[in-house]
């Protein structure tokens, strides 16, 4: 029996988006932190060092590092040839949580003037 695959695109803070592409269910958040990183626009303000200094959000959930996109309960499957969409919150190199707060807030208005 093969690895039921799912699509991903990551959203950045400005609204642009990494992917789409195919995952298995049993890719760690880790790892697709570790993707994130090596597809990171070279463009961006904020460019992240490590997976540490990113966040993925999906379904309004923080997505933890060792889990695997099934035990993180990601809907795999419930939108038939559908793209699931992950927002991606970036730790900007010494920040406090005033920059953090900042960036989330700018990634939801971003993604609320696509509906």
Known sequence: MSAELLELKFRLYDGTDIGPSMYALTTTVSSLKENILS?????K??????????????AGKILENNKTLAES???????????????????????????????????????????
């Open 39 to 43: 597809q990171w626009p070279k463009d």
């Open 73 to 115: 309960r990601v809907p795999a499957g419930e939108i038939p040839g559908g793209v699931v969409t992950m927002h991606v919150v970036v730790r900007p190199p010494n920040s406090g949580k005033n920059i953090e707060i900042f960036l989330v807030h700018r990634l939801f208005i971003k993604s609320a003037e696509h509906f």
């Open 45 to 58: 303000e904020y460019k992240p060092k490590t997976v540490n200094d990113l966040k993925l959000i999906n």
